[in-house]
């Protein structure tokens, strides 16, 4: 029975719409004032946003100091790095932000740079975003190979053989070599802070338990784990399923049969003649060996089976060193470290500082960089860091961790170094295609003849 | 028969206790299979990075404060937390009222490019932020809005507009059509029936829309790391996101610091939530 | 008489144009272009910090070649339909229950919608414990002698295990946002229409099947539609669990974009896999709306 107010409840409806118009009112009030105050904000923050925020406190300083007052004549910088300077328990990143305070410090005044941190993760997205939006930071970190092509091609990165030249700066480098991943046409566009070199550890109280010396050769290798393993200990602990570190033993073993990356770029080498194959073929051997979990742990996983003394033999880089000895300080001196058997290079890699091309103040952010490398930092990089310093700075070996010792060793000892298999390939793409072929004859789903043919078709069609 | 407006029939009672205590005893399943991972997040906070990895599911050995402590201070997140709240505060507010106003320009209003409309606020739904995010970022960086709040909030207006409009052009759809006719007769103006009835007839799916957009916001994590480089003005997001490592993740302050970023979040959503069963009212029992 | 004054005042031109301008001038201004510049891209080989070169379809010939695309494809499609069946009945069963309780219903609403709130990495990385090979569950069923199975890196099957367990956890996470919308739908509804149902001798299950579920349809269209867009473009959670792996396994269209996008810089070829996207969430939600025509019902 409709009639002109609508259905049969007339009662309850004009009750309910009474009640909702009182709460209307009340909420159209609320709503006003609501309005109001998030205009007042908006324009705040419109205010806050527009003018460039120069004198910000930069990350590492929690009392918030600014530069000078009087900003007029300071050249402002920004330096980019990939982990947060005050949230990091990372030894190197606490080494980073100690840096720049000083730098700040010392050059008060004069020059001042802003940090910007992102995570890991973000890295690469916001500095392309920056990039392509001009606001470029006039410094910042890269790893060399691939991700370092993609600034130097279209121009971003600066040349900086003229600085290096002045003041004798590369002469208080090692060596030439340090700069040979960041060399593009005989010009240098980054300049390394550090440098990590992957190695197996080793547990030496296992290795003596059980009679196992440390393996020079592959077959010794294997030998070593099949002790190991009759003596009841996991011989090798790895996160198989994470690609960059089953990707280091990949490379090894690669190195080992003789694979020649450059040939293969420029097509004068192919993946399917053969050493790719017995690589390969290796692995699935030493996989044998690996923890039952291999496939499902993850990096940390796979750390803290080595620390907490579950297994042998832990194949990474150095920068594992301070997490293994920040985690377990007992454990440090159980470590022992050893080359990778069986090659004469050793796989190495580093961080480097990259100038931008558009930089309004290049002498600041050379003066800036020249501190990253200076004895101070350097000195702080061995002791305190455990990674290989890239000048030659003398530097207190009974403070550094034990391992670093080793390292050197092993680094002094190789004939050369050569960068990570992922890293030294003509495209990031091609170097993950590489990790994840594999990950997949590790996982048993390709043979090491499909995976040859797969990365020689993967090359054909992408790369050459 | 007696029926009263529980809705059973007197002499159901044991029948109906029965059906209530199962519901109760699957709610309360329910409610385990969800706060027990919650509770392990809890309890690792207080544990050290190296007790997560040997014992990551008993009780921690004693109670490590410093992992909060650390976190508060080094994440600094009691500044993020304002950030958040400024950033998903205005994106809420003005997105309700820009949305809710052409919601009901869609549902309610007539003419003709009604659905089309509604198909090309759709698109905005559709589009992952990931494919906009440098376009995005470059324009907003030659309006000088890079590296600022506002520079933040125009973007997750815009992409909480989509959703609101969507949801709360249904609401006013289902509107009653009386309320508004006898409006009409009542000689009140279309902007007078839109804040005096429609509005506050579809405060549920204010409510809900409300909260939805907020939640999407609070979490959203690379329009703020991109968009954002001072420390003073990161999100909560970002904040957490410090504590991932280059090589490796600290477990412990991370989960400090969500534990930390939970408790705001909860207190507003309860608040929120409770409003949208308001409408229930007491006694009824609703099938 | 009163319908035609009514319908003049909602034709009022001047009206619609102020309630709709600020949302569309928004929406064109911000959103709009980029999304055009992102189908132009999709045309071109753009890798980020050169120009970009139009190639025409090339990098829509390539997708069909590209094998993680195969397998993005196939996994987001198995969550879409996993997402919507699944979230649609629990959402519904839920929803059911706690209205029809009084005491508690605030306290188990809450905490069902609680994970909601919570950021995906955290979560992401919750769950990657709880499912990790030796931690987590594995150690649980250690203590009665069963071997768990590798949760997260098990790749046999068409549909590998991994996707299983994703697809739970995001259930786990977002059944509470269709419950509560459910929920809102169902308190609209007048209880007189339930008194009048009582009266007519129903019992509650007659009357949730004839009264509450076709009232409430129109929420069931918009949650489904926002489950599947939602599910299609499903990024966080699966990223923060496995990355897309192993090899690339648990890969959807989201992950794939973002991997070709932002680690190897393709921006054409990643704006190609959004444009793809986009044209699945359109046929799909066509589709839903289609299945789902509604009347309007007086409530």
């Known amino acids: 029975m409709e009639n002109r107010y609508g259905s049969i409840n007339t009662a309850t409806d004009v009750t309910k719409t009474f009640q909702f118009f009182k709460g209307g009112l009340k909420m159209r009030k609320k709503l006003l004032a609501v309005i109001l105050s998030a205009a007042m904000a908006a324009t705040l923050l419109a205010g806050c946003g527009s003018t460039p925020d120069a004198s910000d406190e930069t990350a590492a300083s929690d009392s918030g100091e600014t530069a000078t007052a009087d900003n007029s004549g300071v050249q402002e910088i920004t330096w980019m790095f990939w982990d947060d300077l005050t949230a990091t328990e990372d030894l190197i990143s606490k080494g980073y932000a100690e840096t720049i305070e000083r730098f700040n410090a010392d050059y008060e005044g004069q020059y001042h740079v802003t940090t910007i941190t992102t995570n890991l993760e973000e890295y690469y997205p916001k500095l392309n975003a920056l990039v392509a939006s001009n606001e470029t930071p006039d410094v910042f970190i890269v790893s060399p190979g691939p991700n370092l092509t993609v600034y130097v091609e279209p121009g971003v990165a600066a040349p900086l053989d003229d600085y290096l030249a002045a003041d004798g700066w590369k002469d208080s480098f090692t060596s030439d070599a340090v700069f040979s991943q960041m060399t593009y046409d005989g010009k240098i566009y980054a300049v390394p802070l550090n440098i990590a070199a992957a190695c197996a550890f080793y547990n030496t109280e296992m290795f003596e338990a059980a009679g196992v010396k440390v393996p020079e050769t592959w077959d010794e290798m294997l030998d070593a784990c099949e002790k190991l393993e009759a003596a009841g200990y996991t011989p090798i602990t790895i996160s198989a399923g994470t690609a960059w570190c089953l990707s280091m033993v990949a490379g090894y073993l690669c190195e080992m049969e003789g694979v020649d990356l450059a040939a293969l770029e420029d097509g004068s080498a192919s993946w399917e003649d053969g050493k790719l194959e017995s690589a390969a073929a290796k692995l699935v051997e030493l996989s044998k060996y690996f923890q039952k979990t291999a496939a499902g742990d993850t990096n940390d996983v796979a750390t803290a089976n080595f620390y907490n003394e579950e297994a042998a033999i832990l194949i990474q880089g150095s920068w594992a060193i301070a997490q293994i000895n920040g985690s377990n300080p007992d454990f440090e001196s159980k470590c022992g470290v050893f080359q990778f058997p069986g090659v004469e290079?050793?796989?190495?890699?580093?961080?480097?500082?990259?100038?931008?091309?558009?930089?309004?103040?290049?002498?600041?952010?050379?003066?800036?960089?020249?501190?990253?490398?200076?004895?101070?930092?350097?000195?702080?990089?061995?002791?305190?860091?455990?990674?290989?310093?890239?000048?030659?700075?003398?530097?207190?070996?009974?403070?550094?961790?034990?391992?670093?010792?080793?390292?050197?060793?092993?680094?002094?000892?190789?004939?050369?170094?050569?960068?990570?298999?992922?890293?030294?390939?003509?495209?990031?793409?091609?170097?993950?295609?590489?990790?994840?072929?594999?990950?997949?004859?590790?996982?048993?789903?390709?043979?090491?003849?499909e995976a040859a043919t797969d990365m020689e078709e993967f090359y054909a069609g992408n790369c050459r | 028969m007696k029926c009263d407006g529980r809705g059973y029939i007197m002499g159901d009672k044991t029948k109906s206790t029965i059906v209530k205590t199962m519901i109760y005893v699957f709610l309360?399943?329910?409610?385990?299979?969800?706060?027990?991972?919650?509770?392990?997040?809890?309890?690792?906070?207080?544990?050290?990075?190296?007790?997560?990895?040997?014992?990551?599911?008993?009780?921690?050995?004693?109670?490590?404060?410093?992992?909060?402590?650390?976190?508060?201070?080094?994440?600094?997140?009691?500044?993020?937390?304002?950030?958040?709240?400024?950033?998903?505060?205005?994106?809420?507010?003005?997105?309700?009222?820009?949305?809710?106003?052409?919601?009901?320009?869609?549902?309610r209003l007539r003419f003709k490019l009604a659905k089309p409309c509604m198909t090309f606020f759709l698109l905005g739904m559709m589009i992952p932020v990931h494919c906009v995010m440098i376009p995005l970022f470059t324009r907003f960086a030659k309006m000088g809005l890079s590296n600022s709040l506002t520079g933040i909030i125009?973007?997750?207006?815009?992409?909480?507009?989509?959703?609101?409009?969507?949801?709360?052009?249904?609401?006013?759809?289902?509107?009653?059509?009386?309320?508004?006719?006898?409006?009409?007769?009542?000689?009140?103006?279309?902007?007078?029936?839109?804040?005096?009835?429609?509005?506050?007839?579809?405060?549920?799916?204010?409510?809900?829309?409300?909260?939805?957009?907020?939640?999407?916001?609070?979490?959203?994590?690379?329009?703020?790391?991109?968009?954002?480089?001072?420390?003073?003005?990161?999100?909560?997001?970002?904040?957490?996101?410090?504590?991932?490592?280059?090589?490796?993740?600290?477990?412990?302050?991370?989960?400090?610091?969500?534990?930390?970023?939970?408790?705001?979040?909860?207190?507003?959503?309860?608040?929120?939530?409770?409003?949208?069963?308001?409408?229930?009212?007491?006694?009824?029992?609703?099938? | 008489m009163e319908e035609h004054e009514m319908d003049k005042l909602l034709r009022n031109k001047k009206a619609i144009i102020i309630f709709l301008t600020p949302a569309l001038l928004l929406f064109t201004v911000v959103l709009f272009v980029p999304i055009c510049q992102s189908i132009y891209y999709s045309f071109c080989e753009y890798k980020g910090l050169t120009a970009p070169e139009f190639i025409g379809l090339e990098n829509y010939k390539n997708l069909f070649k590209d094998k993680s695309m195969v397998f993005a494809l196939k996994n987001s499609l198995f969550f879409l339909i996993f997402s919507c069946v699944s979230q649609l009945v629990m959402g519904l069963f839920l929803a059911a229950l706690l209205t029809n309780i009084k005491k508690g219903r605030n306290l188990f609403k809450n905490i069902i919608y609680l994970p909601c709130v919570l950021s995906s990495t955290a979560l992401g990385l919750l769950w990657m414990f709880i499912f990790s090979p030796k931690l987590g569950i594995n150690q649980a069923l250690e203590k009665f002698g069963m071997e768990g199975p590798l949760w997260l890196m098990d790749t046999s099957g068409f549909i590998i295990l991994p996707m299983w367990v994703i697809a739970f956890v995001a259930l786990w996470q977002y059944v509470g946002q269709s419950m509560m919308l459910y929920m809102a739908q169902i308190s609209g509804i007048s209880t007189s229409l339930y008194e009048a149902s009582y009266i007519d001798g129903c019992?509650?299950?007659?009357?949730?099947?004839?009264?509450?579920?076709?009232?409430?349809?129109?929420?069931?269209?918009?949650?489904?539609?926002?489950?599947?867009?939602?599910?299609?473009?499903?990024?966080?959670?699966?990223?923060?669990?496995?990355?897309?792996?192993?090899?690339?396994?648990?890969?959807?269209?989201?992950?794939?974009?973002?991997?070709?996008?932002?680690?190897?810089?393709?921006?054409?070829?990643?704006?190609?896999?959004?444009?793809?996207?986009i044209v699945l969430c359109l046929l799909v939600t066509g589709l839903i709306n289609k299945f789902m025509k509604t009347e309007n019902y007086e409530m």
Request: with cysteine.
């Open chain 2, 154 to 287: 125009i973007p997750y207006l815009t992409f909480s507009l989509p959703v609101t409009i969507f949801i709360m052009t249904g609401f006013f759809q289902s509107m009653p059509n009386e309320l508004i006719e006898s409006a009409c007769i009542d000689g009140a103006s279309i902007y007078g029936i839109f804040f005096k009835i429609a509005l506050p007839l579809a405060r549920t799916g204010l409510f809900v829309t409300g909260l939805m957009t907020f939640v999407a916001n609070w979490n959203e994590l690379l329009l703020a790391m991109v968009f954002i480089s001072d420390d003073a003005k990161k999100t909560l997001p970002v904040s957490l996101s410090k504590f991932v490592g280059p090589y490796n993740t600290n477990y412990s302050q991370m989960f400090a610091a969500i534990i930390i970023a939970i408790i705001p979040t909860v207190i507003v959503y309860c608040i929120f939530s409770n409003q949208i069963v308001d409408g229930l009212t007491a006694g009824a029992v609703k099938g």
């Open chain 3, 203 to 277: 019992n509650r299950a007659k009357s949730f099947i004839h009264i509450t579920l076709p009232l409430i349809k129109p929420m069931v269209a918009t949650a489904m539609s926002l489950n599947a867009i939602g599910s299609l473009k499903f990024f966080d959670l699966i990223f923060n669990m496995t990355e897309g792996g192993p090899n690339h396994r648990t890969e959807v269209l989201a992950t794939h974009l973002y991997t070709q996008g932002f680690k190897y810089n393709k921006y054409g070829y990643a704006s190609a896999i959004g444009v793809v996207l």
């Open chain 2, 28 to 107: 309360i399943l329910v409610a385990v299979i969800y706060i027990a991972p919650l509770l392990w997040v809890l309890m690792v906070s207080f544990k050290t990075n190296a007790e997560i990895f040997s014992s990551p599911f008993s009780l921690p050995e004693s109670f490590y404060l410093e992992n909060y402590t650390f976190a508060w201070t080094a994440g600094k997140l009691g500044i993020a937390t304002l950030n958040s709240f400024i950033v998903c505060g205005v994106t809420l507010v003005l997105s309700m009222l820009i949305g809710s106003m052409a919601a009901f320009a869609i549902g």
């Open chain 1, 345 to 449: 290079r050793v796989i190495a890699k580093s961080d480097s500082l990259v100038m931008s091309s558009s930089t309004k103040y290049p002498e600041a952010c050379t003066a800036l960089m020249k501190y990253f490398t200076d004895d101070a930092a350097q000195k702080y990089t061995a002791e305190i860091g455990g990674k290989i310093p890239v000048t030659s700075v003398e530097y207190d070996a009974s403070v550094a961790p034990a391992q670093l010792a080793y390292v050197m060793d092993v680094f002094g000892g190789a004939k050369g170094t050569f960068g990570f298999y992922n890293e030294s390939m003509p495209s990031t793409e091609a170097g993950a295609y590489f990790d994840d072929t594999m990950v997949s004859v590790f996982l048993g789903d390709m043979t090491p003849a």
